[in-house]
Structures are given as structure tokens and as C-alpha cells.
């Protein structure tokens, strides 16, 4: 585990040493990533979203959907700052708070943190519109909160994180030089084990795709909406791993950003979890979340 | 001395004319100095702008000074030569490698513009 941070380490001070020529265009807005991305011509960026989360049923091992015995709403509050390291390379640090609810009973804590980092490995050219931008994202998250795994409320309402410690790891392909952008994400997980009260758990890798549509309508706002296909390998407890563990889904989002030529713009994002085909150890929800966003 | 000072001269004219058409280098003050009293507008933008389309324009060349922000010289050429045609090489464009002059006019967002 110890190993494993330190090369993780390694890997991102190689991208910031690696990353010494020119410029990027990061406006590709696949949406269920790091919340912040940096234009070439931003250094820094402050995020402050608000989502609210609500409608929650569990997907069972068979598909079958369940009352879901969680918190029956859920409220974000997610900070998140980007800073510029190089003319292609940006990162990002988010953290947040989190309530959540279950009739009159209301619970807040603190949400993980996460580290990102977008690297512009290929930037746009509206001179070659058939070459996509091309991105490596590379973050980590870090277990700061309780997770259902060692909650102490009923219905888990003291549970703000995942449990364990996360990278993920990926590329973004963005074409973004035509009147309808598209593009698309492909990123890897690798869960950190984690000493929970019922003993070793590591949960599986995962793999998530992002197919994304992209519209201007007008030159001060976008619109960006698509489907995320998640997929989770099976829990392993104490170096066993649990039968039908595996997770499946597939979600939609739908978000609108405003482009505007001061520092603050907003952003409106709605996501259906478990919006379509079949799933397995999945949510079913919606989260509406409204954001501002000011370059520094 | 003195005619030494007068090729010198001479030749930074020359090249000067020259360079219209291809991206000059200049810092923000370099650029406010050499187009002091003109009236200008600065046209920010890049290759990797898509909506940058609708201000770079041919009929906007002759009061325009074309600023390439946090782009390569080669790209934002062709930029030019592609939005302005036959214009491009009389216009004149500036090239803010570091983002200077776009950070100086308070630019973040592409495209924009500013009076010099």
C-alpha cells in the first residue's frame, strides 16, 4: 500500500517535470470527471457546487430493484480549487460537506478528498478539426470520512465516503472543432485495501466509460449531455472474495455551463444513476447540482 | 557610429514590414509602445479557439491587431491564413506565448476583445 502511494508519487511529479511545452485546451466537458477544468489561458479556478441527491433504490445482485435503506436525501456542498502547473498540465484538489437525511433525522460530515491532475497530451486546432484533443487524467482519492462500512447510525446517515482509498486513471478524447462536439473517457480504478470493523476490504477495480455530446447554441453557453457505463470487479474481505460482488450500471447526465468573458460563470448539472439496461449492486437516483466557478 | 545607426534603423524597418502577416513576439508594453496612439483593437485568440471564427475576420484587419494567446506561432498563422485569406498577410498578429498580454486585459475566455 505504502509502495503503491510512493509510485503513484513518482508518476505525477514525472508529469509535472514532463510537461514543459505548450499550451492545452481543456474546455472538453465529459462531465462525470474532476469538476474543474482549466482553458490554456486560465491558471486558477475556484468551484463551489451544490447537488442535492435524492430518490435512492438499490439494484440487487439479480437487477432487481430494492427499497434502498440509506439516507432518503443527500446535499453536497463540493469546494474544489485548480491551479496551473505548466501550459499543459493543471491540478485540482476537492473536498466538501455533506448532510444526509432520512425523515426528520439529519446527519453532516465531512466528504473525501480527491487530488486530480489533466495532462494535454494533443490539443485542438480548428485548422485540423478531424484530430481530437487528447487528455490523461490521473487522481486519487483519499479516505477522510466514515463509509458505510464503519457507520454507527441507522440507515447509514453518519456515511460520507467511500471507505478506502482510490486511483483512477485514464484518457479523455475530445473533438471539439465541429458544431456538434463529441468525444469520450475511459478511465481505470484501483481501490486501496482498508481495515473496516468486518476486516480487510478491498473493493474491485473498476472501469468507467464516458460517451459525451456536445452543443454552443451561443458563444456564452454550452450544453454537454451523455451516458457513463460503470463497471466495478467483485469485494474481496479478508482476502476472500464475496460471490455477485461485481457492480454494473449506466447512467445519463445533462449539464449546462455558461462561457462568459468575465471570471464567474455556472454551471447546472442533472445525472440519472441507474438510467438505463441492466444493472447489478447499483443505485438508482437523481442529483441535481448548481455551480459557480471563478477564475482567479 | 552614425551610419551603423542608420542601417540598424534601416534594417528593423525592413523587417518590421516584414513581419505583417507572420506573428510578432512582444511583450505587453512592447506591444502598447509600438502601436501607442493607434486606434486598435486587440482580437484575442488561438487555434484551439473553434468560436474565434466569428472575430477574426478580413473586413476587421485594418484596425484590428490579431493577439494568438498561449498557441504556437505556426498554428496561429495558419489560423490567420484560413479565417482571412489573401488578408493575412497584411494583418497584423502578435503572439503572446506566455499570456501576458491576456492576463494584462484581463482575457481568461476566447474569443475576446479589447481597445488597445
Redesign the interface.
Known sequence: MKYSKTVLLLILSFWILASEK????SSCGSGAADPVVL????RQKLYLGLSVQSGFRDFDHRGELRPDYGPEQQRRLEVAFAQRVS?TLFVSLDGGLGENRRGSRVKHGLTDTTINSRWNAW?????K?WLP?VQMVLSHRFKTTRSVQDAREENYLDSFGAGYDETFAGTDIWF??WPLMFGGSLLFSKAWESSTKSGRLEAGPSRKAIATLGF?PF?EWKLIGGAIFDRRGAIRLDDHELPESDKRSQDLFLTWES???G?DNFRFSFVKKGAFGSHKNAVLMRAYTLAWLR?L | MNAMKTILLASSLIFAGFAQGACLTLSVDELQQRFAGQDKTLVFF?????????HVLPERSDRAIFVA????PS?AE??LK?YLGQKADTAICVFDAS?GI?KRYG??????EKPL
Open positions: 505548450l499550451l492545452a485546451c482553458n490554456p489561458l486560465e501550459p490539443t485542438q486546432d480548428v485548422t478539426p484533443q471539439g472543432m454552443m458563444e462561457l462568459l468573458k471570471t477564475t | 488561438a487555434s484551439w479557439c473553434a468560436s474565434c471564427k466569428k494567446s498561449v498557441d504556437e498554428r495558419a489560423v484560413l499570456g491576456a482575457v481568461h475566455n476566447l474569443p475576446q
